[in-house]
């Protein structure tokens, strides 16, 4: 490890901070779109973010701050492990675990610091959001899992890799469809994306975990939701579609991923949360049994197709 | 209120400045008749977004305040106290002749009739109610108003505090509230 790996890994968290903004601009306009608006400027989200962090800005106590300094750290810490097209700030600490670690640790101090602020909307959020979690990781673990007994590796550049070069037949997704289903629909769980988006809710529950933040703590959230997007997209593109032989060709096949998921949730209601952890727990998590036991019995969809 | 036409602030508020007039989340408080005009100022035909305008769900998050119509004393106070959560810079905006004068109910009972003695207004729109191109006219003024450092009613409020808490006072005998969400 030295000074370098340290470098690329900021080159790789500003990368991603800028990339991801400007994808979710473009994205409010695929929104407005839909919607049959014109929509905003494609930097209206850098212009939020901005104008949030010039506000002032109130504490709730020494817990509602420190989290989200927490939560910021961990998602950031999180983003330099995530190889991106093969390029890894750090090599060979790009573990499927040490993400999901370091990846727990941002949310839990997103949680603490909401539930900090002592609002009681703000813990209904956090608890539909830890209940959402709940429900989305057990079907997509059990894919994960497979993936990783079925390639004796847990690394997610290394899983990547072992996709390219045999064109869209090489997917995971593909090889192993119904886990390519799941990951798919934990994605919309991950993203926080209709239908399950009943953690933020802003008509409900006043936006939820967010709604006691206001200036400064609110434009670190929408850093931190940005960079948490980019984990989340990325994960599932590159354990689950192939990730990308350069970048060019990642930033494109994340586009259209994101902005697939996007279009996907705008046309969808939202689930209430008791709703979204049975049909989590109904379709996906059986799919993702079938696909385990697929991989384990019969190997299909491992090495060749078969 | 009078507006200061000399430009004082230094550069880093200039930036500051244009952020803030570029991205403007509202909360709007539905009292009187102009909230069911938002609405279509938001959706498909007049668009707002396009302003880099949006609705946010709590007064924390919000940087300008709509009263959208009359306001009775009892609700006032609500306003107030959502108000003093925001965070500076924050600007409000008053719909129809209600907020001006009173407007219809003038001689109402229940009803404050000069908003701009209890808080800061910077900008009124005239009309009963204001159509939404009226209001989306009114946004773009709000927008140069931030631009060019006009808009400093949250200032004016900081410096004239205990003019307008004895405003609030003679109206209302006392701000704080009642019930079972304040207590
Ligand atoms: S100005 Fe007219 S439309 Fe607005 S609140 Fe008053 S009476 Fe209603």
Request: glycine share 8%; with cysteine; proline share 4%.
């Amino acid at each position: 490890m030295t000074v370098m790996n340290f470098v690329y890994g900021f080159i790789v968290l500003l990368a991603a901070f800028i990339f991801q903004t400007a994808l979710t601009g473009v994205n409010r306009k695929v929104t407005a779109r839909i919607q049959k608006r014109y929509g905003p400027r494609w930097y209206q989200q850098f212009l939020d973010i901005f104008k949030a962090l010039r506000k002032g800005s109130i504490t709730h106590g020494w817990v509602f701050d420190f989290g989200v300094i927490m939560a910021l750290g961990g998602i950031m810490a999180t983003v330099i492990f995530i190889p991106v097209a093969g390029f890894e700030a750090f090599p060979n600490m790009d573990n499927v675990f040490v993400i999901s670690y370091l990846l727990a640790v941002g949310m839990l101090g997103m949680a603490m610091s909401a539930a900090g602020s002592g609002n009681p909307w703000a813990s209904i959020g956090v608890s539909r959001a830890l209940t959402n979690m709940v429900a989305y990781d057990v079907p997509l673990m059990i894919v994960i899992f497979t993936l990783i007994f079925a390639f004796d590796t847990a690394s997610v550049s290394e899983i990547a890799a072992m996709q390219q070069g045999m064109g869209v037949l090489g997917w995971n997704a593909v090889r192993m469809p119904l886990g390519g289903i799941v990951a798919f629909i934990a994605l919309f769980g991950m993203l926080g994306k209709k239908p399950f988006d009943s953690f933020i809710a802003p008509a409900e529950i006043a936006s939820g975990p967010m709604v006691e933040y206001g200036g400064k703590h609110l434009g670190f959230m929408f850093i931190l939701h940005e960079l948490m997007t980019f984990i989340e997209v990325s994960l599932i593109l590159s354990l689950f579609f192939g990730g990308g032989s350069s970048i060019l060709v990642y930033a494109i096949k994340y586009a259209i991923l994101y902005t697939l998921v996007n279009i996907i949730s705008q046309v969808m209601p939202r689930f209430k949360i008791d709703q979204a952890v049975k049909f989590f727990y109904r379709v996906p998590l059986v799919f993702a049994i079938i696909q385990g036991l697929v991989v384990i019995f019969l190997g299909w969809g491992v090495s060749v197709w078969f | 209120m009078v507006l200061e036409n000399q430009d004082n602030r230094n550069l880093w508020e200039k930036i500051g400045d244009f952020f803030s007039a570029n991205s403007i989340w509202m909360k709007w408080y539905c009292t009187g008749c102009g909230a069911i005009e938002l609405p279509p100022t938001m959706t498909s035909r007049f668009d707002m977004e396009r302003l880099g305008m949006g609705p946010m769900a709590t007064p924390r998050q919000a940087d300008v305040l709509l009263i959208t119509g009359y306001l009775s004393s009892k609700t006032l106070r609500r306003v107030i106290y959502s108000y003093e959560q925001m965070q500076d810079p924050k600007y409000i905006v008053a719909f129809g002749s209600c907020t001006i004068n009173g407007g219809i109910y003038y001689d109402s009972y229940a009803t404050i009739n000069q908003l701009d003695k209890y808080i800061p207004v910077d900008l009124y729109i005239a009309g009963c109610m204001p159509r939404p191109e009226g209001i989306m006219n009114a946004f773009a003024d709000l927008i140069t108003m931030i631009k060019k450092g006009q808009a400093n009613g949250w200032r004016h409020y900081q410096e004239n505090y205990e003019w307008y808490k004895q405003n609030q006072l003679d109206s209302l005998k006392e701000v704080i509230i009642h019930d079972e969400f304040h207590e």
